[in-house]
């Protein structure tokens, strides 16, 4: 079983408003309503390709409440903790200012709350796959990702980390299976600027030094790199296609590769679901579907 973990999910408003003007009373031309957050996206998409999965995170309020609902709609499994306190948050995304958003704080998240996540995971299996993606809210532990890894290491469990700086540096130790810095964040952890596939490489064996056994690095544009626990480099162009939505394709790129992984034990072939999948949601409005990721793999 894959599991997700969302430490601050969200329901993202997805809007157009034509004539957008400051100061002035705007209206929506067109709406929808998502259930958003690294981790949920992820199970969307792993979902979207049939691989079973199952999310899990914090919902509050009245907000978390749709948020469930919404990820019961498209066909997510979940096992979300219900906290008392507080209301999950709302981002409001602008489609038509080149990625604007306006994301929420969330809720605060207490030590018991913690603790019952903690609980769930230890329930996890030899074989089994555990992504952690993205942020986390301010009440908690800047330690959590750490010390979820040195709770379960040991266990057979393989670790996916999706986030930057002292979140994704602090588990390295634990030999995570995956880890997907994009080419600015790993740029930023070496202070260097990457902007070829060649340049990434150095850097990705570093983190490999560092205990990463595979390090997956997407480029937007520019494609993406896998430098794979056998030391083999794999390195991927941009398939081409007119850019929709950048939302999510990060996201969509680990669950793609975890799919290619599930399929066929095969890196190679993972990384170029990964890639798919990332590119595939790029070009659409939404997380891509399996039709849609197959048809950009075939262009590969």
Request: with cysteine; proline share 4%; glycine share 12%.
């Amino acid at each position: 079983m894959i599991y997700t973990v969302t430490f601050n999910p969200s329901l993202d408003y997805i809007i157009t408003v034509d004539d957008f003007r400051m100061g002035k009373t705007n209206r929506t031309t067109t709406e929808q309503m998502l259930p958003g957050g690294k981790g949920i996206n992820v199970s969307t998409v792993l979902q979207n390709l049939g691989v079973e999965n199952t999310a899990l995170g914090f919902l509050a309020g009245f907000v978390g409440e749709e948020i469930g609902r919404q990820a019961e709609k498209l066909g997510i499994r979940h096992d979300f903790i219900r906290i008392s306190g507080g209301c999950s948050r709302i981002n409001i995304k602008m489609k038509d200012f080149d990625g604007t958003e306006i994301n929420g704080q969330g809720p605060v998240i207490s030590r018991k709350d913690v603790g019952q996540l903690m609980e769930k995971l230890d329930q996890l299996k030899d074989g089994d796959i555990l992504v952690l993606a993205g942020s986390i809210p301010g009440s908690m532990p800047p330690s959590i990702y750490r010390d979820i890894l040195r709770r379960l290491s040991g266990k057979g469990i393989r670790f996916v980390v999706d986030a930057t700086k002292e979140l994704l540096m602090n588990v390295l130790e634990y030999a995570p299976f995956l880890i997907k810095p994009n080419n600015h964040e790993l740029g930023e952890i070496f202070g260097v600027e990457l902007s070829t596939r060649e340049s990434v490489v150095p850097y990705a064996e570093k983190m490999k030094e560092k205990g990463a056994q595979n390090v997956l690095v997407s480029m937007a544009g520019e494609g993406a790199v896998l430098l794979d626990e056998n030391g083999t480099v794999h390195m991927l162009p941009a398939p081409q296609g007119t850019l929709v939505n950048a939302v999510g394709a990060g996201d969509s790129m680990v669950a793609g590769f975890l799919a290619g992984w599930d399929r066929k034990h095969d890196y190679d072939y993972a990384f170029k679901m990964g890639i798919s999948a990332g590119s595939a949601s790029a070009f659409s409005e939404f997380l891509a579907t399996e039709e849609e990721i197959q048809k950009v793999y075939e262009m590969l």
